[in-house]
């Protein structure tokens, strides 16, 4: 006699999601660290060779174009190769933003403020979403929606040539990103994120702007030093 085979319901929350939410986290941040340093490395290239920046409607073109391609095949191998084309490319775009800051009188010191500045908080923002108790999932339409808004008033400031709204945008983006980093590691330990391709993609993102906006803002402090 055959037996069929039962269902189970697992509800929310047992052992086996936070197990499924530990492996996606785990997974995300070993994913994160490759492409941080691969970005790093190729930013680093970009300003020994003096690459020149690619452009805006260059840098457009293949960001989104990327993120297209990353998400449509986001359950297959090919996604990850895509993510460390993403991630090359935006330390490209970085390059020549590290050599500007770097030409300034204290511009190694400004780059490595920077650079503890978003290792700070990305830790603490990280530490503090996977321990509290609090739901952050409010927060999601809040950030994404200021993040559009940003990237318009940013788009503004470059073609209208307006330091004070380019000033005005890192300052708004930092706090964006922080927030966003703080949702998009909460969204994975509460299993609201189970792909860790678009997991570290999220936070790439988030992590990249937050250092290009405190970069930005140290670097307007050091070139009025």
């Given amino acids: 006699m055959q037996t069929r085979p039962t269902a189970i319901a697992v509800p929310y929350g047992t052992a086996l999601d936070r197990g499924t939410a530990h492996r996606v986290l785990r997974n995300t941040y070993a994913l994160l660290s490759m492409t941080l340093l691969f970005s790093a490395g190729v930013a680093g290239a970009a300003v020994a060779f003096s690459l ?15 993120l297209f391609g990353i998400h449509k095949l986001k359950n297959s191998g090919a996604a990850v190769g895509l993510v460390f084309a993403l991630t090359g490319f935006m330390g490209w775009t970085l390059g020549p933003l590290l050599t500007r800051t770097l030409s300034l009188p204290s511009g190694a010191q400004t780059v490595m403020l920077a650079l503890g500045a978003t290792g700070a908080v990305f830790l603490a923002l990280s530490a503090y979403a996977t321990t509290t108790k ?16 940003a990237l318009l008033a940013g788009l503004a400031a470059v073609f209208f040539q307006i330091p004070a709204l ?8 930092a706090l964006l990103s922080a927030g966003l980093i703080m ?18 993609v999220s936070l790439f ?12 803002l140290f670097g307007y402090g050091s070139s009025n030093d």
């Fill in 52 to 66: 020149p920046a690619p452009g805006i409607i260059l840098t457009l073109i293949v960001y989104f174009g990327l």
């Fill in 134 to 149: 609090r739901d952050l999932s409010w927060m999601g339409g809040f950030l994404f929606a200021g993040m559009i808004v």
């Fill in 166 to 173: 380019a000033l005005t945008v890192s300052a708004v983006v």
């Fill in 183 to 200: 949702y998009e590691t909460q969204q994975i330990v509460n299993g609201g994120e189970t792909n860790y391709v678009l997991a570290t």
């Fill in 205 to 216: 993102v988030s992590i990249f702007n937050l250092f290009t906006s405190l970069l930005s």
